[in-house]
T-cell receptor, first 114, second 114 residues
Framework: DQQVKQNSPSLSVQEGRISILNCDYTNSMFDYFLWYKKYPAEGPTFLISISSIKDKNEDGRFTVFLNKSAKHLSLHIVPSQPGDSAVYFCAASGNNNAGNMLTFGGGTRLMVKP | GAGVSQTPSNKVTEKGKYVELRCDPISGHTALYWYRQSLGQGPEFLIYFQGTGAADDSGLPNDRFFAVRPEGSVSTLKIQRTERGDSAVYLC????????????FGEGSRLTVL
């Protein structure tokens, strides 16, 4: 039972345009959401996060939107750059025994074409 | 270095052998996590340490998997009688408190069981 789902395994975008990556979750106990970026042969690196008390968080070119009623979040990257090409993982955490253990989605591979 | 360090970066072994994977977290981080990432999937939680104790080992797939963190810093993931299905990238992450915030990941140890 996947609690965090990224339904698009890949996304291709032209340089300079907006990239929108989507994520859905099922566990209503999740209260903190993160996006990680992963290059080949490297570990995931933190990109941006949002608490469930907010519906938007912005950091430079990256904005995360949270729709709690729909249990949906999205990551917007604008303008997209070729260096943004990577696999993006959505992750969530909530009140559980494992500290701030993260539950990850399956990832979306973003390709930004020059 | 300042980041999470994992060794070995690559390990090839034969079915039935014993394997140890090591993780050196960021200095001062009390929380340590092990994840497993199979090809095309997101990281899956294995075990979480708070200090020296395993606070949650619910993600370990079976009793062939075991992890220790005897001094509250370096951790070792141990896999007995390896099977081909154990082939994956094993990721270690650490967090300052394990209460909230982001996890910092190492580059992972790629295990291949022939």
């Amino acid at each position: 039972d996947q609690q965090v789902k990224q339904n698009s395994p890949s996304l291709s975008v032209q340089e300079g345009r907006i990239s929108i990556l989507n994520c859905d979750y099922t566990n209503s106990m999740f209260d903190y959401f993160l996006w990680y970026k992963k290059y080949p042969a490297e570990g995931p690196t933190f990109l941006i996060s949002i608490s469930s008390i907010k519906d938007k968080n912005e950091d430079g070119r990256f904005t995360v939107f949270l729709n709690k009623s729909a249990k949906h979040l999205s990551l917007h990257i604008v303008p997209s750059q070729p260096g943004d090409s990577a696999v993006y993982f959505c992750a969530a955490s909530g009140n559980n025994n494992a500290g701030n253990m993260l539950t990850f989605g399956g990832g979306t591979r973003l390709m930004v074409k020059p | 270095g300042a980041g999470v360090s994992q060794t070995p970066s690559n390990k090839v072994t034969e079915k039935g052998k014993y394997v140890e994977l090591r993780c050196d977290p960021i200095s001062g981080h009390t929380a340590l996590y092990w994840y497993r990432q199979s090809l095309g999937q997101g990281p899956e939680f294995l075990i979480y340490f708070q200090g020296t104790g395993a606070a949650d080992d619910s993600g370990l797939p079976n009793d062939r998997f075991f992890a220790v963190r005897p001094e509250g810093s370096v951790s070792t993931l141990k896999i007995q009688r390896t099977e081909r299905g154990d082939s994956a990238v094993y990721l270690c992450a650490s967090s300052l408190t394990g209460v909230t915030g982001e996890l910092f990941f190492g580059e992972g140890s790629r295990l291949t069981v022939l």
